[in-house]
């Protein structure tokens, strides 16, 4: 009598095995950020696939990525990358070519969000902000504002390292936006990044998690800070009455990748699809004021919240794209200065 028992029992559980959703696991970098990929990509993804997301969050890492491929273990499906970790990936072999003819082609999105490797999620801004309060005869309008202490007196906040310090040293010293790349990679052009950076050296205070800018501000630490778009829209959203200055901000893409050897490459590349999706993508933008990625989005978007995002045209004047692959010829070398320079 147990044996029939035992095998009805067996017999249940391959079924249900049988129909279990698949899974799909996605990597982001948490916060604000996942809940709203959450609500905007993930749940109508599962709608219609009937799989499901396991969301993983990191800081990153793309070690941990290299020793998944490099030991033919890969646990993750779809990676959320910076623009800079993207090519280096890429060149190293970590992430699958994208097949561009499952998504719709290149021309729906936007030429910047179309990699070998990665396809763009969104697109963010790292920005000059300060205290509406602090300066109620006017705030800075400029980087050159930034560094003039005289004029707009306060510590000043910058991201600890190259990137990005250096970019903003050029444009206070008047470089173009079109130019900056041009400039730095020439040794004269790193002088004299580096001469403007110590100028400044007495007042700066340097910030390595994306809240201390916004917890700088508010705490009257910083005058005037650089940070990231969306903390600062975030802060705004509850009352803090920071400013974000467009002109001389810095944009970059961050891009969904397939780790080599993903065991649901198509499960992956539909997720992508899916967050591609002109009103998903929308949606992301009202919740995460990060700019879409496909331009018939942008008419799913409303006015107010158009204001707050860095692909809005009027955002964009004398905005800077972020050169990834500058970064990653010529990053060490620089950051590697950065650290002795720091270190003085």
């Not at 729906?108 to 396809?119: E, F, N, R, T």
């Not at 050897?261 to 992956?268: F, I, K, M, V, Y």
């Not at 990060?290 to 860095?310: F, N, S, W």
Request: glycine share 8%; proline share 6%.
């Amino acid at each position: 009598m147990i044996r029939p028992v035992v095998s009805s029992l067996l017999l249940i559980a391959c079924a249900a095995t049988a129909h279990a959703a698949p899974e799909l696991v996605i990597v982001n970098f948490g916060g604000a950020n996942g809940a709203a990929q959450r609500k905007a990509f993930y749940e109508p993804f599962e709608r219609t696939s009937g799989a499901k997301v396991v969301a993983v969050e990191y800081n990153g890492e793309q070690a941990r990525v290299k020793a998944m491929v490099e030991a033919r273990k890969v646990t993750w499906d779809v990676v959320e990358v910076e623009s800079p970790d993207l090519s280096r990936g890429c060149d190293e072999g970590l992430y699958e070519r994208v097949d561009w003819s499952k998504l719709g082609g290149k021309a729906a999105y936007l030429p910047a969000a179309v990699h070998d490797c990665g396809v763009g999620a969104f697109m963010w801004s790292t920005v000059m902000a300060y205290d509406t309060s602090r300066f109620p005869g006017g705030g800075p309008k400029t980087w050159a504002d930034f560094w003039d202490v005289k004029r707009f007196p306060g510590k000043r906040g910058l991201r600890k390292g190259a990137r990005y310090a250096l970019e903003f040293a050029l444009l206070a010293d008047g470089v173009k936006p079109a130019d900056v790349y041009k400039v730095l990679a020439t040794r004269d052009g790193a002088d004299r990044a580096f001469r403007r950076l110590t100028e400044l050296a007495p007042h700066l205070q340097w910030w390595e998690a994306g809240a201390q800018p916004v917890q700088w501000l508010v705490a009257n630490d910083v005058a005037i800070t650089s940070a990231y778009n969306g903390r600062i829209d975030a802060a705004r959203r509850e009352g803090r009455p920071l400013a974000v200055v467009w002109a001389g901000s810095l944009y970059d893409f961050d891009y969904w990748a397939v780790p080599k050897g993903s065991p649901n490459r198509d499960l992956a590349l539909r997720y992508i699809a899916t967050a591609g999706v002109p009103d998903h993508q929308a949606a992301f933008a009202r919740l995460m004021p990060y700019g879409p990625t496909v331009p018939q989005a942008v008419a799913r978007i409303d006015a107010e919240t158009l204001k707050h995002l860095p692909s809005t045209p009027a955002n964009m004047t004398d905005a800077l794209k972020f050169d990834a692959r500058f970064w990653a010829d010529q990053g060490e070398v620089l950051e590697k200065r950065f650290a002795a320079w720091a270190a003085r």
